[in-house]
């Protein structure tokens, strides 16, 4: 019996050309659907970021403004006295005798000029104003710390030391750079000069000077408004805050290898601190309140503040990105602003591909 001859028969020339014609146009249907998902994903994260971004600095900002001006209970009265010398004036960062101060970014530089801030109270952790980008706002809010030390003996001279129960969270002040505390009931409040710090049995022994005036005369006393010449145990012992906000280069870089623009923050004399990365500009008016009658009379820029003790509202923009390049072509808030910042526009377009949104708020000030 004769066996059965097997043929193995190839594809044609034309069916592997059909078959490599059909594979390259899934493949680009598959490239093309992850591109898409992918640049959707980038959109998606930009916006949220965005969202986030401006949600933590309008938080920030919204609650250091509601306390601008706090002096305890005393916060009202209008009569503050103060028993250091210190070139004849009370350091900026110390300065509650106004509660909120600010300064507006033009061109040729910031109105009113931003000098109090240079050199800072201490030198090696104030601001680098050089760093602060131009045409942007700048805002200081001074307040006395929620976190009060009540007295535990009665000052009864104006030279005696002031002793206080030490809270949980601490004094919030010391004596290693001569730093400066608030001490305050609802009739008078003083701040003076921190010599001395000496803590027993959960108490602390504050020492204090009361330095010469340019004339030879002693600076006001604690005892000028009290009642029997005395602070009693309802005062407190409250340290300073002071926070200044502004605009400058954060410390990361984003997906083009630029850097991002942040909102940072200084409190009392520590260092600068990066609050929110991808915040490019900080604009703001401010209520002023001319007949006291506790409503706005007009909203205007810093430089046109008269008193910033007639403030009673402050409305903030913020203007910020995505941080990351997501193939927007909205133009820059600020424009470009060269190598190293993070508006390097794309060669030869007026836009860097970053998501761009201005968030604005209005908050009142409580004291």
């Known amino acids: 019996m004769k066996k059965p001859t097997l043929r193995i028969a190839g594809m044609s020339l034309v069916e592997v050309m059909i078959s490599l014609t059909m594979g390259t146009i899934i493949l680009i249907g598959v490239i093309n659907l992850f591109s898409a998902n992918s640049e959707t994903y980038s959109l998606v994260q930009g916006q949220s970021r965005m969202q986030e971004s401006a949600r933590f600095a309008m938080g920030y900002l919204s609650k250091d403004i509601q306390k601008a001006g706090f002096r305890g209970c005393f916060t009202t009265n209008n009569v503050f006295l103060f028993t250091m010398y210190r070139g004849n004036d009370i350091p900026y960062e110390f300065d509650l005798r106004t509660g909120i101060q600010a300064y507006d970014g033009q061109a040729a530089g910031w109105l009113p000029a931003i000098a109090p801030l240079v050199p800072a109270y201490v030198a090696q952790t104030g601001i680098n104003t050089a760093a602060i980008v131009a045409t942007t706002d700048i805002l200081t ?178 203007t910020v990105n995505s941080i990351d390049t997501v193939g927007a072509t909205q133009a820059p808030s600020l424009g470009c602003l060269g190598s190293g910042g993070l508006q390097d526009c794309i060669s030869g377009q007026a836009y860097d591909g970053l998501l761009r949104r201005t968030f604005t708020s209005t908050v009142q000030l409580r004291n």
């Not at 012992?237 to 990361?252: E, K, L, Q, R």
């Open 141 to 318: 809010v001074r307040a006395a710390s929620e976190v009060e030390a009540i007295l535990s003996a009665p000052m009864a001279l104006s030279s005696d030391p002031i002793v206080v129960t030490i809270p949980l969270s601490g004094l919030g002040f010391s004596d290693i750079t001569d730093d400066l505390a608030l001490i305050h009931d609802c009739e008078k409040s003083t701040m003076f000069e921190v010599t001395s710090i000496a803590v027993a049995g959960g108490q602390a022994t504050i020492g204090h000077v009361i330095e010469a005036d340019l004339a030879g005369q002693p600076r006001n006393s604690f005892a000028a408004l009290a009642v029997n010449n005395s602070f009693n145990t309802d005062a407190s012992v409250s340290a300073i805050d002071t926070i200044t906000y502004f605009i400058a280069p954060g410390a990361g870089t984003n997906n083009e290898g630029n850097t991002p623009l942040a909102l940072w923050r200084k409190m009392r004399t520590s260092a600068p601190v990066e609050m929110v990365e991808g915040v490019e500009d900080m604009q703001l008016l401010f209520g002023v309140d001319s007949d006291n009658d506790t409503i706005p009379n007009q909203y205007t820029t810093a430089n046109l503040v008269a008193d910033f003790n007639t403030v009673i509202t402050v409305r903030i923009s913020l």
